[in-house]
């Protein structure tokens, strides 16, 4: 070892003794300081960056056992956990009233969730929320139905029930006597840009939800949106629960009815209580972008043409539209009437409930009569373009029977279409009036 005199050196202590290094490295760095520097401050971050990496906790990022969608954007990791973040999930599920219950949303910053998650927690429910936010409509709305729910007191959960962690979670924190499952990927056109995230949250999403419900003890009664489109090529109307559903129309519709066999298979096994209820065209204020009311109305004000579909044969293109408030209504008689689920310990004890129906409004309106009232109530004339109905997943017609629901959930639709597109069309006039724009 020999002394190295103080320009020899890098850092600035002079007169320190370095152990002699090797010659190459030394000429190197004689030659090209900074670059050594540059070179030693790399590393060093690398192996910063490294640790962080494997030191990162499991629960911080999405993990699907079943399968992932990296198509999605909302499926980035996500971060979850900590203090903070269960005291919120916490205080938002806590039981308000003597009869309450305590209700897990999924779905709940969609159109049909936000309503029932309000319904819910006004009653004094206890309610939390999950949902991905992602992008198939636009988020922002999304995010508006957030607010309005954090107002009320809800707490929504961004994650995804493809994420079996964040599931286990949850029920480890809370125990749900309820699950109201309506998370999904919806709409029949979409299947043919994107069918993966169909398979991914309708199937895939469904039956990791299914496991963690499963595993909980005490195993909650699961109220669940299956959907209309399930009667698919159905031509004997008004559509009954008993009616044959083996023919879909669209890999939408196939997914929900891949969803119904699903909760048969969960309840036979593992005794949980079941309720899929299929829903007739949903419409109304907060509603959903790519529904024909909703962008009907946005065209119909930008003076852009409106598609009015017919049928073979010139047939009527019609739908048994009904309105939020109703579907509410039956979501809460479904969950009110649900019975425990038989199981513990992920084993079945005992024969558990297992139920389907039919929420509809009884009245199909066809399409053209849909875009007059809204002319009336817009009072702008529809720029109309009478088109072939497209064989891309719609059906001609539906038409609910909903005796079944009225008998065993008490369920009695009662606003017309005109009541209820008057209410919708003031909604959206006052949300989208002012700065926002409704052409995402
Ligand atoms: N609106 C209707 O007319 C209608 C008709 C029949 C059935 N349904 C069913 O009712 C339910 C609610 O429909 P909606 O109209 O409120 O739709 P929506 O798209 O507004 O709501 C669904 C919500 O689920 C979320 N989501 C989707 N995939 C998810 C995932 N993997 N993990 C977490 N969150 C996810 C979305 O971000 C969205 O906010 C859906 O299951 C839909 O299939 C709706």
């Not at 494997?54 to 996500?78: E, M, V």
């Not at 999304?142 to 007191?153: D, I, N, S, V």
């Not at 006597?177 to 029949?188: E, F, I, N, R």
């Amino acid at each position: 070892m020999k002394q190295i005199s103080a320009n020899h050196l890098d850092d600035d202590s002079p007169g320190k003794f370095k152990p002699e290094k090797p010659h190459l490295i030394n000429r190197f760095r004689h030659h090209y300081p900074y670059l050594a520097k540059l070179t030693v401050w790399t590393f060093l971050f690398l192996g910063l960056i490294l640790v962080l990496f494997f030191q990162s906790p499991p629960n911080s990022s999405y993990s699907s056992p079943i399968s992932s969608d990296p198509s999605r954007r909302s499926l980035k990791t996500r971060s979850w956990g900590g203090p903070v973040w269960e005291k919120r999930v916490k205080s938002s599920a806590r039981i308000r009233s003597r009869t309450g219950v305590s209700v897990l949303v999924t779905g709940a910053a969609g159109f049909v969730g936000t309503h029932v998650s309000v319904a819910l927690k006004r009653r004094g429910d206890g309610v939390l929320g999950l949902d991905n936010f992602n992008d198939y409509y636009d988020p922002s709305l999304k995010r508006a139905r957030q607010a309005l729910l954090e107002r009320t007191g809800i707490y929504v959960v961004e994650g995804d029930i493809n994420d079996a962690a964040l599931l286990k979670k949850l029920f480890e924190l809370i125990t749900f006597s309820h699950v109201v499952h309506l998370a999904a990927q919806a709409g029949v056109r979409y299947a043919m840009v994107n069918p993966g995230s169909y398979v991914n949250s309708n199937v895939a999403g469904f039956v990791n939800l299914l496991e963690a419900c499963k595993n909980a003890n005490p195993q909650p009664a699961v109220v669940w949106a299956s959907s209309s489109s399930v009667y698919g090529l159905n031509t004997k109307v008004p559509f009954s629960e008993k009616d044959r559903t083996d023919q879909p129309a669209s890999l939408y519709a196939a997914t929900k009815k891949a969803g119904e066999e699903i909760a048969h298979t969960y309840n036979h096994i593992y005794g949980l209580s079941l309720t899929g209820l299929r829903f007739f065209t949903v419409y109304g204020p907060w509603g959903r972008p790519d529904m024909a009311y909703f962008f009907f109305t946005r065209d119909i004000l930008k003076g852009k043409t409106v598609p009015v579909f017919e049928g073979a044969n010139h047939g009527t293109v019609a739908r048994d539209f009904t309105y939020i408030d109703d579907i509410v209504k039956g979501c809460l008689g479904a969950l009110d009437t649900a019975e425990k689920s038989t199981g513990s310990g992920g084993k079945k004890r005992g024969p558990a409930q297992l139920r389907v129906f039919n929420l509809g409004n009884t009245s199909p309106v066809p399409v053209s009569s849909l875009v007059g009232i809204l002319e009336r109530l817009l009072k702008v004339k529809a720029k109309r373009v009478v088109m072939k109905l497209p064989r891309n997943g719609d059906v001609p017609f539906t038409h609910a029977n909903i005796s079944l629901a009225r008998r065993e959930l008490g369920y009695k639709p009662t606003t017309d279409l005109q009541t209820g597109l008057k209410k919708f069309v003031r909604w959206y006039l006052s949300y989208y009036g002012s700065s926002r724009k409704s052409d995402q």
